[in-house]
């Protein structure tokens, strides 16, 4: 049976790096894949992997039906044998549903790969409607940790390294960023509702007379 497949995580947690080995892996066995992202760090149209391999995918916009996509494709006798999305949470969650349709409609099976929620812990749509929609979710096991070596299962945004806690849902960046431009951090849940940061936790840790912290 297809199925629909949500790989779920945080920022920096290998979803990319799994979606590869399984383009990979799947076209080392002859099937023909479709990979969709949207905003991928290396790029419009690409799919990377903080270890550094990259592919080529096709970059989403707005409005765009992936069903009718993948139709097309077929009808001008291309394959489709699986589907990659990768950065699925900035989908619509109309494009979960063509999603969903893919698998129903046309057998194939598609793996989704996302973050579930944002740096106000909020889901975003995409992700939302895939916890609906989505025959299996998968956590993935590849674990980001916190600056204090917990799991990591909440992504903060940053500015020059303070957490804030305000702002649109969707600012590009990337968790290696580190100046005044906006980035993200991966954080534990305790961390994350302190809003410490590894930065502020160093600075906490140079200035005695803030400690210790006994709220909550
Ligand atoms: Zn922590």
């Not at 589907?83 to 999603?99: C, H, K, R, S, Y």
């Not at 598609?110 to 909020?122: E, H, L, M, W």
């Not at 500015?159 to 906006?182: K, N, P, Y």
Request: net charge negative; aromatic share 6%.
């Amino acid at each position: 049976m297809p199925e629909l497949v949500f790989f779920s995580g945080t920022m920096d947690c290998g979803k990319s790096t799994l979606a590869l080995q399984i383009e990979h892996n799947r076209s080392a066995r002859g099937l023909a894949g479709i990979i969709f992202t949207r905003n991928d760090r290396a790029g419009q149209g690409k799919l990377s992997s903080r270890l550094g391999l990259v592919t080529d995918a096709v970059e989403v916009e707005d409005g765009v039906d992936l069903y009718a996509h993948i139709v097309d494709h077929l009808s001008q006798g291309g394959r489709a044998d699986y589907v990659i999305a990768d950065e699925a949470q900035f989908l619509a969650p109309g494009q979960i549903d063509q999603l969903a349709r893919m698998v129903d409609d046309l057998e194939i099976d598609v793996y989704a790969f996302g973050i579930t929620t944002d740096f106000r812990t909020k889901l975003f749509p995409g992700s939302q409607r895939l916890v609906e929609l989505a025959d299996r979710v998968e956590v993935l096991q590849v674990e980001a940790l916190c600056w204090c070596g917990a799991r990591a299962t909440h992504n903060a945004r940053t500015v020059g390294g303070v957490m804030v806690v305000e702002g649109a849902q969707v600012v590009i960046g990337d968790v290696t960023r580190s100046t005044d431009e906006i980035g993200y951090e991966v954080l534990c849940r305790r961390h994350h509702r302190r809003r410490m940061t590894a930065a502020s936790a160093r600075a906490a840790a140079l200035s005695p007379d803030v400690l210790p912290v006994t709220a909550d």
